[in-house]
């Protein structure tokens, strides 16, 4: 099992451009979720999902959107890059209510 | 509200000094309490689940305890291998969904 994926690993963005992170998961776990972590902030939840079709908000879903079309596949949409969005992204999957499983994140820097 | 505070924030130990890292929490009702170490870089792996006040659960050097209101990470004769940040989050029973994350401990065990 690969476990959860994520590509890219590294990307530079200017103020204003959108971008698609991906994200893929091969455990068949029903709940996915978006985080990211910035120094001195923790794990903060953007968004999640609790099964293909479903989507809800978590703390800081602003300027982000998803949708789950498979089971699979959870990817995180980046509208119109800000600053602010400079961070480190993390998705995560889970049985819902059990451990999450985390990728090895994305680098996502704004100018 | 709830809320994970862990503590202390770094913590520096010698190979072979015994210590132990606190999560302390505040939550209408306790699901789960989640361990997680994660190195620079890379994305938080799961280390254990705690459920009830008086359950303990151990990998290798770390043991893991739980009260009512808070949560010890015991590092036994750590080696340097262990130097990581290590993350406590918990899960209201009312709220599968989202987890409360801590800011984690970074420790630092030198040779």
């Known amino acids: 099992n690969a476990g959860v994926t994520q590509t890219p690993k590294f990307q530079v963005l200017k103020t204003g451009q959108s971008m698609t992170l991906q994200c893929a998961q091969d455990m068949n776990h029903e709940y996915m979720s978006w985080y990211r972590q910035d120094p001195g902030m923790g794990l903060r939840l953007i968004h999640y999902s609790v099964g293909a079709g479903i989507t809800d908000q978590g703390e800081v879903p602003n300027g982000y959107n998803v949708s789950r079309s498979t089971t699979e596949d959870f990817p995180l949409r980046l509208l119109s890059a800000a600053p602010s969005q400079t961070s480190v992204y993390f998705c995560a999957s889970s049985y819902i209510g059990r451990e999450q499983y985390f990728g090895p994140g994305t680098r996502l820097t704004v100018t | 509200e709830d809320q994970v505070t862990q503590s202390p924030e770094a913590l520096r130990l010698q190979e072979g000094e015994s210590s132990s890292l606190n999560c302390s929490y505040t939550?209408?009702?306790?699901?789960?309490l989640f361990w997680y170490r994660q190195d620079p870089g890379k994305g938080p792996e799961f280390l254990f689940t705690?459920?009830?006040?008086?359950e303990e659960k151990e990998k290798e050097r770390l043991k893991a305890t739980l009260t009512k209101k808070e949560s010890f990470l015991h590092i036994t004769a750590p080696k340097p291998e262990d130097s990581a940040t290590y993350l406590c989050a918990v899960q209201n029973a009312g709220n599968n969904r989202k987890l409360i994350w801590g800011l984690g401990t970074s420790l630092a065990v030198n040779p």
């Open positions: 939550v209408s009702g306790l699901r789960g």
């Open positions: 705690l459920y009830s006040a008086g």
